[in-house]
């Protein structure tokens, strides 16, 4: 087994997962029993519900090893290692027998994700010999112009895929159009949208292709300086993009005259963004790196024109970013042969949710959500009765099932009134309340909104209170409509995009889902039993055994009875914990 | 609105010994340099845990940066506190994948067995207790990140479990339960 390969994925989710303890159990094995194996690093090749994840690849091929405990690594090196019989029960991937998990990648095109799980993010070498900086030497070797690896850009189709799906190759063009002495480039990766860690996965798992994306973007706009602007939350991904960085800069990837273009000087610094995600928004994020309070600003000038410190600027997304290599060298064709009419090439998606296999995929544009969660996501946890996914985040909306076969591209996540946003999908079952769901949003909004446009600042606070009062069973007749009032003047009259998609989870809520806000309104009831004040918990005198249980666990002494006889709950006392309900063996107690 | 981040200052008599010559390396780095503001006070409260007051006044006095604005930012960002904190700082996410997965049960239980509110300190300065919005690791969800470590797939008691845990080692006494 000389060649053999044993490859742990430590990225975040690994890591929490337990994957270090897996990694130095491993290391430990083989130093003490002095087997023949490389040990290597990875990240997170997106099957975040079965991390820890070992692979090992031997004479044969590769074989990924599933939600690895200290004491399976134990058996898996014994067997696979020493006794060359792999443990086919635990493999999750690989080519060489069909495994329970195979259909989460089936149908999966990589391409921003490429490289992650597939090398060792901390490996400028690795990084290289899977085609990595070929692309800008391609540039440079075939003399390749501005105005040409724009038009590339342009022809693949390639759009933000920070969410707001504008062409990346034409944002080029307009940086590029304008002349300055100092331009820069800046990369987005304040992924601030909760239940979204596609960038998070890029970064750690393959910095260098973002990092190259950066160069061949400061090449086409002639931009000298580059700034990353990453969430202080990320700290794996900050550290490994520091370590690309010095690899590259050791390289003469980064500084001056690079890949021998003369006069092509350029470097990148990175920029720990401080919590506020109103920063994913250009003109504040620039602020924030100006050392300003993260506010937008009014647009016209845009950052083209008139960027950070007022020189012509450009913005992409890191997931943008990692695409452009590859389009570079493979050639626009071969990336918009990908996807639909107007959303080429593919997108990233971080399955969240009531799923079963949660992670990260990457599907061509035109898939239907349906099988995003039935066929990569492998359907609902505990095969419970699918909702809705809601896209976008907190600019975004809610998707009902009867929906479920819109295609995954811009134009038509449009049209249902929720965004593509970043890819943030998360899967909702019939235990999940949407009014409780648009108030987790607005509540996320009013409190992230930077108070500058008085729509946002005050309509947000308005409509969380309304919501709030609907799943509190305080609703009025009235608060639809006044829901509906509030949000179309947030959207009208707030400066940036956090303001004006402010109001889309509620409005797609009430459009998809009216019956369940007048369920809370009219009948103070909470279809999803979700919403605990609207609940009534009682026992089923059937069911009751008299075991005291319930009377014991309940903090307010609010059920009566004795042993053996059949207990009752004083509503008037209850204050609705579910420890009751939570606690009883004889499935004796309701929830109304 | 971010306003809310600001809170009705009590009069906290700041102790004595904040040495404020830890901060002087940080003043030399930045001084100067375009857009340091940011950086200065990250690089502060890693020092402390925190911003204390006369931090701010010192930085005001040596470098070019304006109380009003360093307050400004201070408090326009999630990151930077006003007030000491906790010895370990336990985030509990709160992001939608988190949220559909119930976090708001580990924050209750976490409530009920370190006794102080959300974003309160206990009163042995061991813990703090944090909402924040999402720490990108959903399909773990529900999570809470104490330090460097993420702990994932939790319930309120193996959250209350882990909490223990690290009292039992900070204090050197098993806990009673």
Same mark, same amino acid.
């Given at each position: 087994?000389?060649?053999?390969?044993?490859?742990?994925?430590?990225?975040?989710?690994?890591?929490?997962?337990?994957?270090?303890?897996?990694?130095?159990?491993i290391?430990?094995?083989?130093?003490?029993?002095?087997?023949?194996?490389?040990?290597?690093?990875?990240s997170?090749?997106?099957?975040?519900?079965?991390?820890?994840?070992v692979?090992?690849?031997?004479?044969?091929?590769?074989y990924?090893?599933?939600?690895?405990?200290?004491?399976?690594?134990?058996?898996?090196?014994?067997?696979?290692?020493?006794?060359?019989?792999?443990?086919?029960?635990?493999?999750?991937?690989?080519?060489?027998?069909?495994?329970?998990?195979?259909?989460?990648?089936?149908?999966?095109?990589?391409?921003?994700?490429?490289?992650?799980?597939y090398m060792?993010?901390?490996?400028?070498?690795?990084?290289?010999a899977?085609?990595?900086?070929?692309?800008?030497?391609?540039?440079?070797?075939?003399?390749?112009?501005?105005?040409?690896?724009?038009?590339?850009?342009?022809?693949?189709?390639?759009?933000?895929?920070?969410?707001?799906?504008?062409?990346?190759?034409?944002?080029?063009?307009?940086?590029?159009?304008?002349?300055?002495?100092?331009?820069?480039?800046?990369?987005?990766?304040?992924?601030g949208?909760?239940?979204?860690?596609?960038?998070?996965?890029?970064l750690?798992?393959?910095?260098?292709?973002?990092?190259e994306?950066?160069?061949?973007?400061?090449?086409?706009?002639?931009?000298?300086?580059?700034?990353?602007?990453?969430?202080?939350?990320?700290?794996?991904?900050?550290?490994?993009?520091?370590?690309?960085?010095?690899?590259?800069r050791?390289?003469?990837y980064?500084?001056?005259?690079?890949?021998?273009?003369?006069?092509?000087?350029?470097?990148?610094?990175?920029?720990?963004?401080?919590?506020?995600?109103?920063?994913?928004?250009?003109?504040?994020?620039?602020a924030?790196?100006?050392?300003?309070?993260?506010?937008?600003?009014?647009?016209p000038?845009?950052?083209?024109?008139?960027?950070?410190?007022?020189?012509?600027?450009?913005?992409?997304?890191?997931?943008?970013?990692?695409?452009?290599?590859?389009?570079?060298?493979?050639? %626009?064709?071969?990336?918009?042969?990908?996807?639909?009419?107007?959303?080429?090439?593919?997108?990233?998606? %971080?399955?969240?949710?009531?799923?079963?296999n949660?992670?990260?995929?990457?599907?061509?544009?035109?898939?239907?959500?349906?099988?995003?969660?039935?066929?990569?996501?492998?359907?609902?946890?505990n095969d419970?009765?699918?909702?809705?996914?809601?896209?976008?985040?907190?600019s975004?909306?809610?998707?009902?099932?009867?929906?479920a076969?819109?295609?995954?591209?811009?134009?038509?996540?449009?049209?249902?009134?929720?965004?593509?946003?970043?890819?943030?999908?998360?899967?909702?079952?019939?235990?999940?309340?949407?009014?409780?769901?648009?108030?987790?949003?607005?509540?996320?909004?009013?409190?992230?909104?930077?108070?500058?446009?008085?729509?946002?600042?005050?309509?947000?606070?308005?409509?969380?209170?309304?919501?709030?009062?609907?799943?509190?069973?305080?609703?009025?007749?009235?608060?639809?409509?006044?829901?509906?009032?509030?949000?179309?003047q947030?959207?009208?009259?707030?400066?940036?995009?956090?303001?004006?998609?402010?109001?889309?989870?509620?409005?797609?809520?009430?459009?998809?889902?009216?019956?369940?806000?007048?369920?809370?309104i009219?009948?103070?009831?909470?279809?999803?039993?979700?919403?605990?004040?609207?609940?009534?918990?009682?026992?089923?005198?059937?069911k009751?055994?008299?075991?005291?249980?319930?009377?014991?666990?309940?903090?307010v002494?609010?059920?009566?009875?004795?042993?053996?006889?059949?207990?009752?709950?004083?509503?008037?006392?209850?204050?609705?914990?579910?420890?009751c309900?939570?606690?009883?063996?004889?499935?004796?107690?309701?929830?109304? | 609105?971010?306003?809310?981040?600001?809170?009705?200052?009590?009069?906290?008599?700041?102790?004595?010994?904040?040495?404020?010559?830890?901060?002087?390396?940080?003043?030399?780095?930045?001084?100067?340099?375009?857009?340091?503001?940011?950086?200065?006070?990250?690089?502060?409260?890693?020092?402390?845990?925190?911003?204390?007051?006369?931090?701010?006044?010192?930085?005001?006095?040596?470098?070019?940066?304006?109380?009003?604005?360093?307050?400004?930012?201070?408090?326009?960002?999630?990151?930077f506190?006003?007030?000491?904190?906790?010895?370990?700082?336990?985030?509990?996410?709160?992001?939608?994948?988190?949220?559909?997965q119930?976090?708001?049960?580990?924050?209750?239980?976490?409530?009920?067995?370190?006794?102080?509110?959300?974003?309160?300190?206990?009163?042995?300065?061991?813990?703090?207790?944090?909402?924040?919005?999402?720490?990108?690791c959903?399909?773990?969800?529900?999570?809470?990140?104490?330090?460097?470590?993420?702990?994932?797939?939790?319930?309120?008691?193996?959250?209350?479990?882990?909490i223990?845990?690290?009292?039992?080692?900070?204090?050197?006494?098993?806990?009673?339960?």
């Amino acid at each position: 087994m000389e060649n053999t390969k044993v490859i742990v994925g430590l990225g975040s989710c690994g890591l929490a997962a337990g994957a270090g303890k897996v990694y130095e159990k491993i290391k430990q094995l083989k130093e003490n029993q002095n087997l023949q194996f490389e040990l290597k690093k990875t990240s997170c090749i997106g099957m975040c519900f079965r991390e820890p994840l070992v692979e090992i690849i031997d004479n044969n091929g590769s074989y990924i090893y599933g939600d690895v405990t200290e004491a399976t690594a134990t058996e898996i090196l014994e067997k696979h290692i020493q006794n060359a019989t792999p443990i086919k029960e635990y493999v999750v991937k690989t080519d060489l027998f069909v495994t329970k998990d195979k259909n989460f990648f089936e149908g999966q095109v990589k391409i921003a994700l490429r490289n992650c799980g597939y090398m060792d993010p901390e490996s400028i070498e690795e990084y290289q010999a899977r085609n990595g900086y070929k692309s800008i030497e391609k540039i440079s070797t075939q003399n390749i112009s501005r105005t040409e690896v724009i038009q590339t850009v342009m022809d693949s189709g390639l759009r933000g895929r920070g969410g707001g799906g504008f062409s990346t190759g034409l944002k080029w063009r307009f940086a590029n159009n304008n002349k300055s002495d100092i331009k820069y480039i800046i990369c987005n990766a304040d992924e601030g949208d909760p239940g979204a860690f596609m960038d998070r996965s890029v970064l750690e798992g393959d910095p260098h292709s973002v990092l190259e994306g950066m160069i061949i973007g400061a090449y086409a706009i002639e931009a000298s300086e580059g700034w990353i602007y990453c969430r202080a939350e990320y700290p794996l991904a900050i550290k490994r993009l520091n370590i690309a960085m010095d690899q590259a800069r050791k390289k003469g990837y980064l500084g001056k005259n690079i890949f021998g273009i003369e006069g092509f000087d350029f470097d990148i610094h990175i920029k720990e963004g401080a919590g506020a995600f109103v920063c994913g928004e250009e003109t504040a994020l620039i602020a924030s790196i100006e050392g300003q309070r993260g506010m937008p600003r009014k647009r016209p000038p845009f950052p083209a024109a008139s960027g950070l410190w007022r020189k012509p600027t450009n913005i992409n997304n890191v997931e943008t970013f990692a695409n452009i290599p590859w389009i570079i060298l493979n050639g %626009a064709t071969a990336f918009a042969k990908y996807g639909t009419e107007k959303s080429k090439g593919t997108k990233v998606f %971080a399955l969240t949710g009531k799923i079963k296999n949660g992670g990260l995929v990457e599907v061509p544009m035109g898939i239907t959500i349906r099988d995003i969660v039935f066929k990569l996501g492998g359907g609902i946890i505990n095969d419970k009765k699918f909702k809705a996914v809601q896209l976008g985040g907190p600019s975004g909306g809610c998707i009902p099932e009867y929906l479920a076969d819109t295609i995954v591209d811009y134009d038509s996540v449009n049209a249902t009134g929720a965004i593509m946003g970043s890819g943030g999908m998360v899967v909702m079952d019939e235990t999940t309340c949407m009014v409780d769901m648009a108030r987790f949003f607005l509540d996320f909004t009013k409190k992230e909104s930077c108070g500058k446009c008085t729509f946002c600042r005050i309509g947000t606070q308005r409509m969380l209170e309304i919501l709030t009062r609907i799943t509190e069973g305080e609703g009025k007749e009235s608060d639809i409509d006044t829901l509906i009032e509030l949000s179309n003047q947030i959207k009208d009259s707030s400066l940036c995009g956090l303001g004006q998609t402010a109001p889309n989870p509620v409005l797609t809520t009430i459009k998809y889902f009216k019956d369940e806000y007048e369920a809370h309104i009219r009948d103070k009831k909470c279809p999803s039993k979700s919403c605990k004040a609207l609940l009534t918990f009682e026992i089923i005198p059937d069911k009751c055994t008299g075991c005291m249980l319930c009377k014991k666990v309940c903090p307010v002494d609010a059920i009566d009875g004795e042993r053996k006889l059949i207990h009752v709950i004083k509503q008037e006392m209850c204050i609705k914990c579910g420890m009751c309900f939570s606690k009883c063996k004889f499935e004796a107690i309701t929830v109304r | 609105m971010r306003i809310e981040r600001i809170k009705k200052e009590e009069v906290v008599l700041e102790s004595d010994n904040i040495d404020l010559s830890l901060i002087d390396p940080i003043i030399t780095k930045y001084k100067n340099v375009k857009g340091n503001m940011i950086p200065i006070l990250q690089k502060t409260q890693e020092t402390y845990g925190y911003i204390p007051r006369a931090a701010f006044n010192k930085l005001a006095k040596e470098t070019d940066l304006k109380l009003s604005d360093m307050y400004g930012v201070a408090s326009f960002y999630a990151q930077f506190r006003l007030h000491p904190v906790g010895k370990h700082i336990i985030k509990v996410c709160h992001g939608t994948a988190c949220h559909v997965q119930n976090a708001t049960a580990i924050t209750d239980a976490l409530v009920e067995e370190l006794k102080v509110k959300d974003g309160e300190t206990t009163p042995d300065n061991l813990f703090t207790l944090e909402s924040v919005a999402c720490l990108g690791c959903c399909s773990l969800a529900p999570v809470m990140m104490i330090g460097n470590d993420t702990f994932g797939k939790l319930t309120g008691k193996s959250a209350v479990d882990v909490i223990r845990k690290i009292r039992e080692t900070e204090t050197g006494t098993p806990c009673k339960n």
